[in-house]
């Protein structure tokens, strides 16, 4: 089964960068869909961005507005996000997930495999 590890997170000031990442262990990501989600205090879990392995099929969510980027690294079998310009409004738990059979990557109810999640924290 995948089994997925995040890191990345911390506590910075409005306007940082974070670059969060997403690896995979005992097998590789293949042609599966990795999606990025957060989940902030009292608020529903969702969705922030997502590809399929091959990157050819990306999606942000609206609130996004082209301050991150989601890419993979082959090599190390690694997604990651890279947000810039972060707000406090981004203040969460961001949780990495991954299915095979995925037809609508915005959807959090078609991802079946979910990592523990990384904190973080927009000081203000």
């Known amino acids: 089964q995948v089994q997925l590890v995040e890191s990345g997170g911390g506590l910075v000031q409005a306007g940082d960068s974070l670059r969060l990442s997403c690896a995979a262990s005992?097998?590789?990501?293949?042609?599966?869909?990795v999606g990025w989600f957060r989940q902030a205090p009292g608020k529903e879990r969702e969705f922030v961005a997502a590809?399929?392995?091959?990157?050819?099929?990306?999606v942000y969510a609206d609130f996004v507005k082209g301050r991150f980027t989601i890419s993979r690294d082959g090599v190390n079998n690694t997604v990651y996000l890279q947000m810039n310009s972060i707000e406090p409004e981004d203040t969460a738990v961001h949780y990495c997930?991954?299915?095979?059979?995925?037809?609508?990557?915005?959807?959090?109810?078609?991802?079946?495999?979910w990592g523990q999640g990384t904190q973080v924290t927009v000081s203000s």
């Open positions: 005992e097998r590789t990501f293949g042609s599966y869909t």
């Open positions: 997930a991954a299915g095979l059979y995925i037809a609508t990557p915005q959807e959090r109810l078609e991802y079946n495999y």
């Open positions: 590809l399929r392995w091959s990157g050819v099929n990306i």
